[in-house]
């Protein structure tokens, strides 16, 4: 991960935390129900981190596959395009999955903090900051799949003549 994308990556997790325990505040003083996320948005987030790994691995196969290859030809390239998209969903994911753990860590620390914590919100809030770092891990590692093999020599020695 890059110097740019921790500090994104940060900036959108702060971002959640002040608004997840903003939100609980509010909806606590004004008497509103806890703002707990539903059981399909918890479900949602793995089901993408899992895709991001999934969408990225031809990309990575290809890679491996160049990288292992000493002579002869290369294995045929996955399309730019395809890769491109893979990458563009992968750091979106990571920036998502930063916004939402910083909500349910916000929510988390309100429960813990400032109310008497029922199991049932705990365990929510819990499980929802873990499928968003599980979110944050898969489009991580799908963005280090889609990282481009270095150059043959006889590709670069070709270019420079």
Request: positive net charge; proline residues 7%; hydrophobic residues 50%.
């Amino acid at each position: 991960m890059n110097a740019v994308l921790a500090r994104q990556l940060a900036i959108f997790f702060m971002v959640g935390l002040i608004i997840g325990l903003s939100a609980a505040q509010l909806t606590a003083g004004f008497g509103f129900p806890f703002p707990a996320s539903p059981d399909t948005l918890i479900i949602t987030l793995v089901v993408l981190g899992f895709a991001n790994y999934f969408a990225s691995y031809p990309i990575y196969r290809y890679r491996k596959q160049a990288l292992s290859q000493n002579d002869g030809p290369r294995p045929a390239r996955p399309n730019p395009f395809y890769a491109v998209r893979v990458l563009i969903m992968a750091r979106a994911s990571t920036l998502t999955g930063g916004l939402f753990a910083g909500w349910h860590l916000g929510l988390l620390l309100w429960l813990v903090l400032f109310s008497v914590a029922p199991e049932a919100l705990v365990m929510n809030s819990s499980s929802g900051f873990l499928a968003s770092l599980f979110l944050i891990l898969g489009a991580l590692i799908a963005q280090r799949n889609c990282k481009s093999p270095p150059q043959s020599d006889s590709v670069s020695e070709k270019s420079v003549n």
